[in-house]
């Protein structure tokens, strides 16, 4: 008799069993995989959060462009920003404390604004503290060498670390901030400045009007143009793009230079926003910020100002100056700014004595 081969097929509970099997082992992979994905996610892609105080049209917003687009090449991608522009998370005057509680994790605001948290932060803008030596006085406040050479950098970094829980990367030296004549009033002597209606924004611009003689009037950017069609003030101490920026040539026809002080940028990060990134990009963000910071004090900026220069001359501003023995008068009147700046902090005042020390060199050059 012919032997019969048969093949035996489960019953169905056999078959329940094996489906159920197929379908815990699928699941189990496909948490296996995920996960994996996940992780690698995670250590590819790191986002911060980033106010700045300035308008997508303003000149410093567009430098920072240029930031981003440096860490996003530096990173190959893997630190990305979430931008705030104008303030949006936080108002500006207390954007310093939300970057200290982590509200924010960077923020790109001037040093100005926090004189009364971190005095030591706004050093830059002294009256002429930085006048015909940008590079100079740029490289000072940023020489992390430590030591001696390194002690002006530090006083800066350490007073942001312990008074705002923040890591100072760089500064930005900026626009040069003049005297704007409303209409064609020229003022190029300091006895020209004395009583006139002068608008300052508080802070140094304020203490350098009064140290002039002139009466401040303070009052929001956008206030100020029809304050000068209407004659409230007589002048601005302002900057010299903003005869172009807030069309403020057609109503005020001069500029007088040198300017006083020049307005600088600061930008920092949360200290545990910077810890909580790997140290590969740490170190990247690092590095970018210092040469991004060198490159916009002493190109981009200069550069800008002689466009905005050129653009203000073809429209009808004249350029007027202080010679020097207005300048010497000046510098002489408000040594009184710097006096009050060197008694906010113990750390001011060694700020202050290394810079008078540290300008004695740069004369000599």
């Known amino acids: 008799m012919a032997m019969q081969c048969s093949v035996s097929t489960p019953n169905r509970h056999g078959r329940l069993f094996i ?35 300035w308008h997508t049209q303003h000149p410093q917003y567009k430098a920072y462009k240029e930031f981003t687009k440096r860490v996003k090449k530096a990173t190959n991608g893997q630190l990305k920003f979430t931008i705030f522009p104008a303030s949006q998370l936080i108002g500006r005057n207390e954007a310093l404390d939300g970057l200290k509680s982590g509200t924010i994790d960077m923020l790109a ?6 004189h009364g948290m971190v005095p030591e932060g706004d050093v830059d803008w ?24 390194g002690r002006f950098h530090d ?20 626009g040069s901030s003049g005297i704007i004549g409303r209409g064609d009033n020229q003022y190029n002597t300091v006895e020209s400045l004395k009583n006139i209606k002068l608008r300052a924004a508080g802070g140094v611009s304020t203490r350098v009007a009064k140290a002039w003689g002139a009466c401040p ?20 101490l302002f900057y010299a793009y903003g005869l172009k920026d807030y069309k403020f040539f057609e109503v005020a026809k001069t500029f007088t230079r040198p300017p006083v002080f020049t ?4 930008l920092w990060i949360n200290k545990d ?3 909580r990134l790997p140290q590969n990009l740490r170190d990247i963000l690092i590095k970018v910020s210092h040469d991004w910071g060198r490159w916009a004090s002493c190109e981009y900026w200069p550069n800008y100002e002689a ?13 007027v100056e202080f010679d020097n023995e207005n300048i010497r008068k000046s510098k002489e009147m408000l040594n009184v700014v710097w006096d009050w700046y060197a008694n906010e902090s113990k750390g001011c005042a060694e700020l202050v004595e290394i810079i008078k020390t540290k300008e004695k060199e740069w004369d000599k050059i």
């Open 155 to 174: 006083i800066i970094y350490d007073s942001y670390l312990k008074k705002a829980n923040s890591v100072w990367l760089t500064n930005v030296i900026c």
């Open 109 to 114: 605001s001037c040093g100005a604004y926090y």
């Open 273 to 275: 926003a910077l810890e």
């Open 217 to 236: 009037v303070t009052m929001a950017t956008g206030e100020i143009y029809p304050a000068l069609q209407r004659g409230t003030v007589d002048a601005l």
């Open 19 to 53: 489906i159920k099997s197929a379908v815990i082992m699928g699941l189990a992979l496909f948490f296996v995989l995920s996960a994996g994905f996940t992780h690698q996610g995670e250590c590819k892609t790191w986002r911060l959060k980033f106010q700045m105080a």
């Open 126 to 149: 002294l009256p002429y503290v930085s006048l015909n030596r940008r590079a100079s006085f740029w490289e000072l406040m940023n020489n992390k060498g430590g030591g001696e050479g």
């Open 263 to 266: 307005w600088a940028d600061d």
């Open 307 to 319: 466009e905005n220069e050129k653009w203000c001359l073809e429209n009808g501003v004249k350029f």
